[in-house]
């Protein structure tokens, strides 16, 4: 416990340390220490993460003026060095000029989220469609017209370690709580819209890499839509409370060149069609 | 002489419990709510270190995950229910009737079944701990269809709510009714302190609102046990709807949450920068504007669930809108400091940190207003990160304020300023500790209300965890702090008790208050709290 504990705070500080030195914003460390939000591999992350740093600034900016403003005047007018309070107590002229600065600033930041909002919701000229329905604690993908369907649960080693007082060293599980048993396979360099559902409560798919997160609803069908730039594993959650075991239905996405992406399907599609004749074979006993 | 013994007899409180039981006098109801508010603020904290417990290494270690669900859900029930909004009610019984000079509230008994409603409802929402299924477990927002599989503690919870809506829109009738009726001659409206008009606006926010949240759990209460599916999507009915019903209330009561605490650092920072408030009225008009706003900008919460585009935008632009009345109030506290001649007594302190930290609070609710950025943000640790900012250095840290600054004039004791700025202090650093970690958490991809994560997560949830426990023990130098002041342990206050308070409770009445103020009426026609011109 007691070098777990030292090991951890450890780690935690000279992570603290390193985000100090470079300063928070700077790429390496967000990217190494995971202080900031993924930058992703698709277009629509890039700008999101854009928009995100804009905004983030913008309140950096305001937030020096004030502050400063504020602690300059606690420092140099206070009672103990001899301050003498003024008499001012109103300025229409003023009041309206830091109304309208305000006012400036948000449109300038709106805008130009508008664009990017009015981008990701456009789900037209999807090259493929896939169906993701949330039940309670798992995902199910259905590729649209390719006959392929498969259920994506917590991987074996993860919910076994994830047992109150499993015992199991967590280092040793790979990627605990992120893994699953059956990832969802998906084209690079291909606009793939997703179809999002729920069959009892309500989950939300998540996949921060992408810049997406979609609430999946019992009765409605939801539209979403990605395009992967590089080939890769990807990792998210659901992010809707859905129940005991929300913190255990992980999203996981892989992402394969076309090529080698027709090639996984082609394999898919005989092993479902021998998968479901197993279960047929399995629920007749 | 003996006269006088049986007059005043006859006007003092009754000796023992009934005196609480029967009273309606403002000052023991304002004691009552505060001590109750108090109450609940440890129930909710405790709550809080089984979630902060649980998640300070990974792996399952103490709860059982559906158990972890229903803490987090109490713990919002708790804190934002029974803690911060009876403690607002509190302030205003204990403030209002003697800030504008009247001789109680309007309402008296109306204001006793106010608050004796609430021990009920939170009495019963507890037990809801020991029933079968469980305390309810679906988070605070109620999001069916997964709030319809609560177990025992359904109607439990639904009938709680009711009860706490009854409360608040009892006490909220009554903050108008004072306010509108029983201002001494002379108290315009525009003369009166901001903490009476910033509680005027909340209680038209709770009225307004209340019920409307009573609708959507009578709604559920029906849906789970009355087969109708109002929010069932197999019966025809809409789960999203639900959600537009719950922020259409949920987003009001953020504002009911933090205008009072508007008020209360608008009247405090003046006192210590010993310089009238900046922009009164500019104040008073932001409150409303912020007040009108708030009910316009519900789908700000929801914006994964699918809204048309154009929905989207609107309530981007909506929710963007409110940071500019929100920042004029901040420019106008730091413009009141502005020469100012400030000391810095712990009501200071907590109010510096105040406008500090609720700003850091603000500035992450302009970066959530951005819808496309909101899909990162949302149901992440940042959100968590946000609305804990604005809710506990925001408005907790402003009952901490107000405590200490009216306290002295409460008991006639003046409370220990060396314990005092050391709860600040040690108070500050550690809510930081608490939840500043819980912003890279989120950004880095953890979602809020699990019980368990993956290792990457594990540093900074390992600080927050130590933060939570160190704020926690922190509080107990306030409460030692407050009890020794309530028995007299310290220094007597003055009857101003602060060199810069200004106001009719500084200026006219004596430290402690008497059981009763203003048998006669006073005449405010010559008083002027602030220049108007």
């Known amino acids: ?285 | 002489m003996s006269h006088a013994e049986a007059h005043d007899h006859h006007h003092g409180p009754e000796p023992g419990f009934m005196r609480w039981l029967k009273t309606t006098n403002h000052k023991d109801l304002g004691a009552l709510y505060l001590m109750f508010s108090l109450a609940m603020f440890i129930v909710g904290g405790l709550m809080s270190l089984v979630i902060r417990a649980e998640l300070f290494t990974p792996g399952m270690q103490f709860v059982d995950p559906q158990f972890f669900n229903s803490m987090t859900t109490m713990h919002a029930l708790f804190m934002i229910f029974g803690g911060v909004m009876p403690a607002f009610t509190g302030l205003s019984n204990y403030l209002i009737p003697i800030q504008l000079g009247a001789p109680d509230m309007a309402l008296p008994r109306i204001n006793n079944m106010g608050f004796w409603i609430l021990p009920i409802a939170f009495g019963m929402l507890l037990s809801t701990l020991f029933m079968e299924g469980g305390a309810p477990a679906g988070g605070w927002t109620l999001y069916p269809p997964l709030s319809m599989q609560t177990g025992d503690a359904m109607p439990f919870l639904v009938f709680s709510i009711h009860l706490m809506g009854i409360s608040s829109i009892t006490g909220a009738i009554n903050v108008i009714v004072t306010i509108l009726n029983l201002r001494a001659p002379g108290m315009d409206l525009m003369k009166m302190p901001l903490f009476c008009w910033t509680w005027l606006i909340t209680a038209f926010l709770l009225i307004a609102v209340m019920p409307v949240l009573a609708g959507a759990v009578t709604m559920l209460l029906t849906d789970k046990y009355f087969g109708t599916t109002f929010f069932a999507a197999a019966g025809g009915g809409d789960p999203v709807m639900f959600q537009h019903i719950f922020w259409f209330f949920g987003h009001p009561e953020v504002y009911i949450m933090i205008l009072p605490a508007f008020g209360v650092v608008s009247q405090i920072i003046p006192t210590f920068a010993r310089k009238t408030l900046f922009g009164y009225s500019s104040m008073v008009y932001a409150t409303a504007a912020i007040a009108l706003a708030s009910v316009i900008v519900w789908a700000h919460h929801m914006f994964a669930v699918g809204l048309p585009v154009a929905a989207e935008l609107f309530f981007m632009f909506a929710a963007k809108m409110i940071s500019v009345p929100t920042g004029v109030k901040v420019f106008n506290w730091v413009a009141t400091m502005w020469r100012g001649s400030m000391t810095f007594e712990t009501p200071m302190l907590f109010s510096l940190g105040f406008v500090i930290l609720f700003t850091i609070g603000g500035f992450s609710g302009l970066m959530l207003a951005m819808t496309p950025v909101d899909f990162q943000y949302h149901d992440s640790y940042f959100v968590v990160a946000h609305f804990h900012y604005v809710l506990v250095p925001g408005a907790v840290f402003s009952l901490f304020a107000a405590v200490y600054y009216w306290l002295p004039k409460w008991t006639g004791t003046m409370y220990n300023e060396k314990l005092g700025k050391l709860h600040f202090w040690l108070s500050t650093i550690f809510i930081n500790v608490l939840f500043f970690p819980q912003h890279f958490l989120g950004l880095a991809g953890m979602p809020r209300r699990i019980p368990d994560y993956s290792l990457q997560f594990a540093e900074f949830n390992f600080m927050s965890s130590v933060g939570a426990f160190a704020f926690f023990i922190t509080q107990f130098i306030f409460l030692y702090n407050l009890i020794t002041t309530c028995r007299g342990k310290w220094e007597k206050a003055t009857d101003q008790v602060w060199e810069g308070a200004k106001g009719v409770e500084w200026e006219m009445l004596p430290s402690p208050l008497p059981y009763h103020t203003f048998e006669q009426q006073p005449d405010l026609s010559d008083y002027e709290p602030h220049p108007t011109h």
């Open chain 1, 1 to 285: 416990m007691s070098s777990a504990f030292m090991s951890r705070t450890g780690a935690l500080m000279s992570k603290l340390a390193i985000a100090a030195s470079l300063g928070m914003v700077s790429q390496a460390a967000t990217a190494e220490y995971a202080l900031n939000m993924p930058v992703g591999v698709t277009e629509i992350s890039r700008e999101v993460y854009d928009l995100h740093m804009l905004v983030f600034y913008v309140c950096c900016v305001i937030g020096a003026v004030v502050f400063g403003a504020m602690i300059y005047s606690i420092i140099a007018h206070r009672k103990s060095k001899g301050a003498k309070a003024a008499n001012f107590h109103h300025s229409t002229v003023v009041e309206i000029v830091w109304t309208a600065i305000p006012f400036v600033i948000l449109m300038a930041l709106a805008l130009p989220a508008a664009k990017t909002l009015v981008k990701m919701e456009n789900t037209r000229g999807a090259e493929m469609s896939i169906k993701v329905t949330g039940y309670q604690w798992k995902w199910q993908y259905e590729y649209i017209d390719e006959d392929v369907s498969f259920y994506s649960t917590l991987s074996q080693d993860s919910n076994f370690a994830r047992q109150k007082n499993s015992g199991v060293d967590l280092e040793s599980v790979d990627n605990y709580l992120l893994d699953v048993d059956n990832p969802l396979v998906v084209p690079t360099d291909t606009k793939i819209r997703l179809l999002l559902t729920a069959a009892d409560v309500i989950h939300a798919w998540w996949v921060p890499d992408f810049a997406v997160k979609k609430d999946a609803i019992p009765g409605y069908i939801n539209e979403t839509w990605m395009q992967i730039d590089e080939p890769g594993t990807y990792r998210g959650q659901c992010a809707e409370l859905c129940g005991r075991d929300n913190g255990f239905m992980p999203v996981d996405v892989i992402a394969k060149e076309p090529a080698e992406y027709q090639k996984w399907l082609a394999e898919q599609k005989g092993e479902t069609a021998s998968v479901a004749t197993e279960q047929n074979v399995a629920l007749a006993q």
